[in-house]
């Protein structure tokens, strides 16, 4: 168990208090900070605690299953990692190859960003089941070639980021005047790419968020590659099914933890609209504000599929490693057993939803 000098982690949250003690506070900031008013990333929060859990009774069926599998992949329990860059600003000695590490002790999926500050490679070689994620660069070669590397390392699954054709406005970043990678961590994966030699460029200009990308685009990932394309950022019900004709395999209901266009609605508002328009077609995924197990059961509740952990494991990352994440991970799954359990439900399949009232 993580302890610092005057903390002791009993939940996620706590593990914010720890990481802010332990992390430089302009780093604190990049990794804790949304858009502009952060309307949206106190919303996903919130919308968690304003929704009721519904128990069932009397169902006898003894502890629950945790495990089961998303787009053919195993996973010991519905959570997946969120996409996050730059670790090593968290962890500088091993990054990324940590959070996979603990990834895979867990038997859970980590979805690798393309903003790795060590190769996917590099990732590969540390971590067990991975997905990588994606951001289409309009130099389709060199996004094309990023596709062969993920699919070379083993990724099971690319997950297309679609709610960056620009990058939100952070004022706490502008307020630190944080635009530039510290020296020896830059993006690893970004080298070629004919915007900056992946060295230490100013960490936006290392990325094309375009504005010109489309569905056009997805379009022609789906012919270049055989691998599960899930689309991530998905707020709209016209866009899901629009996507599910396109040939996505699956969609993340996101608004990217608040850092994107601020004032979206808090993401668990808006999957029951999702679940609607896709009708079980492709499975989906949660992420934004899960901070609980019990907030792992209403999205389960509400047709996701599983959900996405993104801040609480940097804090883990930033608390301790390897060991931090994998307590984070450790106290998730306990909260999720013990949620389940006061549900009266034997799996995250027996979940209804009527079990969550607003
Ligand atoms: C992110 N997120 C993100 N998403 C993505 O598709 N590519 C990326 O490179 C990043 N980078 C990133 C950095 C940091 C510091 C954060 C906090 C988030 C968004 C992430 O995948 C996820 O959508 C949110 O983090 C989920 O919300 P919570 O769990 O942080 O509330």
Sequence with gaps: MIRTTHMEVFNLRDFEDVAREKLDPVYYDYFASGAQDEVTLAANEAA?????????????????????????????????????AFHRLAWPSEGEAATARAAREAGVIMIAAMLSTITIEEIAAAGGTLWFQLYIQPDLGFTESLVRRAEAAGCRALVVTVDSPALGRNERGDRNDFHDLPPGIFCANMRGSGRSDGRNDGHVRQVSLSPEISWRHVEWLRGVTRLPILLKGVLHPADAAQAVSCGVDGLIVSNHGGRQLDTTPATID????????????????LDGGVRRGTDVVKALALGASAVALGRPVLW???????????????????????????????????????????
């Design 316 to 358: 883990g990352l930033a608390g301790g490693g390897a060991d931090g994440v994998a307590q984070v991970l450790s106290l998730l799954r306990r909260e999720l057993e013990n949620a389940l359990t006061l549900c009266g439900a034997d799996s995250p399949g027996a979940l209804t939803k009527d079990q969550v009232v607003g």
């Design 48 to 84: 968690f605690r304003r929704l009721a859990l519904v128990p069932r009774i009397l169902r006898g069926h003894g502890p629950p299953r945790l495990a089961g599998s998303v787009l053919g992949c195993e996973s010991s329990m519905p959570v997946l990692l969120a996409p996050t």
């Design 270 to 285: 808006r999957l029951p609209v999702i679940a609607d328009a896709v009708g079980g077609q492709v499975p989906l995924l």
